[in-house]
C-alpha cells in the first residue's frame, strides 16, 4: 500500500486555476494507477481523473474534461491535478487515489486515498 499526501487546495474565485499536488510513499509508485476524486457538502464522491502508472493514458470525468490535466513524474514519487477555469461546482475536498488498476479509482474503490485538500472557488 501506498501513503498519500495531498496539498495546493485554497480558495480561489470563479475562472482560476490552482494546482493540486500529491505526494505518495512507498517503492512501488510506478506500479499503480493514480487519479484524483473529489466530495462537495451533502453531495456523494465524485471520479476526477485517474492516470495509469507508466503516465501513458489519462481518463476524464465529463465534468473536468478540458479543464483539469492530471500528470505523474515517477522519480519523484508525484502526481498532479491542474485545474483551471474552475466554477463554483469544483468546490469540494479533493482526494489522492492509488490502486493497481484504473478501474478501482473510476468506480471509487480504491486501495488508497490520502486525508483530502479543500477547494473553494468563489463566485
Known amino acids: 500500500q501506498v501513503q498519500l499526501v495531498e496539498s495546493g487546495g485554497g480558495l480561489v474565485q470563479t475562472g482560476g486555476s490552482l494546482r493540486l499536488s500529491c505526494a505518495a510513499s512507498?517503492?512501488?509508485?510506478?506500479?499503480?494507477?493514480m487519479g484524483w476524486f473529489r466530495q462537495a457538502p451533502g453531495k456523494e464522491r465524485e471520479f476526477v481523473a485517474v492516470?495509469?502508472?507508466?503516465?501513458?493514458?489519462?481518463y476524464y470525468a465529463d465534468s473536468v474534461k478540458g479543464r483539469f490535466a492530471i500528470s505523474r513524474d515517477n522519480a519523484k514519487n508525484m502526481v498532479w491535478l491542474q485545474m483551471n477555469s474552475l466554477q463554483p461546482e469544483d468546490t469540494a475536498v479533493y482526494y489522492c487515489a492509488a490502486d493497481r488498476t484504473l478501474h478501482n479509482i473510476v468506480v471509487l474503490t480504491p486501495e488508497s486515498w490520502g486525508q483530502g485538500t479543500q477547494v473553494t472557488i468563489s463566485s
Open positions: 492516470i495509469k502508472n507508466s503516465g501513458s493514458s489519462t
Open positions: 512507498g517503492r512501488t509508485f510506478s506500479s499503480y494507477a
